[in-house]
């Protein structure tokens, strides 16, 4: 069932659904690329920011785990919550958040502060594997990975 966010967009609240894709691809596809790629203590790592990844080898959610320990359930599910929350747009997964700010702009990003220090964005294209794995992820939901891979950007 498909949940509503609020208000506070640009967005009309009735075409603000939030896919549910799967939370088990999440942590065995999605979350690990997220992880690696976002998951850093000065991104989306740290508690301050709406979207988070949090888990091992970066940084924890909770002070007591150690910086290797698997991923808690904790925090596969806030990390989870969030990345779903970031699918949400008048298109669906196409209009996306996760997906259009890792990207560049000249793919069809939406810009990102997140640039390397030489201005390289996370993924460069829609050819990125990585990009792809977090692309199959939020589209295995409302499409057939076939159907998504000619609709998404």
Known sequence: MAALLGSGCDYPEETMRVPEPSAASFAT?????????????ACHGDHARF??????????LSPQSMPYDPATPD???LSYARARSMLA????????????????????GAG?????????????SPDDPRWRVLRDWAFAVTSAPSAAAEEAP
């Open 29 to 41: 596809a999605a979350y690990p690329v997220l992880l690696r790629d976002c998951g850093f203590p």
């Open 51 to 60: 979207f988070q990844v949090f888990g091992p080898g970066r940084a924890r």
């Open 75 to 77: 925090e596969l599910a």
């Open 89 to 108: 747009g008048p298109d669906g997964p196409r209009s996306a958040l996760l997906l259009r700010k890792p990207l560049a702009t000249s793919s069809g």
């Open 112 to 124: 990102h502060e997140g640039d390397d220090v030489w201005g390289q964005p996370v993924y460069a």
